[in-house]
């Protein structure tokens, strides 16, 4: 059964930075797809940025620049991490991991409908 859960969010003023992380248990797959979405109430969930295997990756537009993604793999466990810099108050939001399997053509990997498993979230708020 594959497992997510997140941490490391938290209460930052704009410009700072978090680092988000997610453990991944049971993901045992020879590829991977895995991304960090996040949600408000005005926006509803947004695609943030995804890897794929061999570290392809892409981002939302309005973090180019400021996040990135990356993974560690061993045989035991994965980590997902997203590095937040230059926070603004927009990005006030719950963040969730998820991971995908199979993984969905690659046109469709920002979307939340091709992930299969889900963390629980971890709050980010960003204040002026």
């Known amino acids: 059964q594959v497992q997510l859960v997140e941490s490391g969010g938290g209460s930052v003023q704009s410009g700072g930075s978090l680092r988000l992380s997610c453990e991944v248990s049971?993901?045992?797959?020879?590829?991977?797809?895995m991304g960090w979405f996040r949600q408000t109430p005005e926006k509803g969930r947004e695609g943030v940025a995804i890897?794929?295997?061999?570290?392809?990756?892409?981002?939302v537009d309005s973090v180019k620049g400021r996040f990135t993604i990356s993974i560690s793999r061993d045989n035991t466990k994965n980590t997902l991490y997203l590095q937040m810099n230059n926070l603004k108050p927009e990005d006030t939001a719950m963040y969730y991991c998820?991971?995908?399997?199979?993984?969905?053509?690659?046109?469709?990997?920002?979307?939340?409908?091709?992930?299969?498993?889900w963390g629980q979230g971890t709050q980010v708020t960003v204040s002026s």
């Open positions: 998820a991971a995908a399997a199979p993984c969905r053509a690659w046109r469709y990997a920002l979307r939340a409908e091709s992930y299969d498993y």
């Open positions: 049971g993901y045992t797959y020879s590829t991977y797809c």
């Open positions: 890897i794929y295997s061999g570290d392809r990756t892409s981002y």
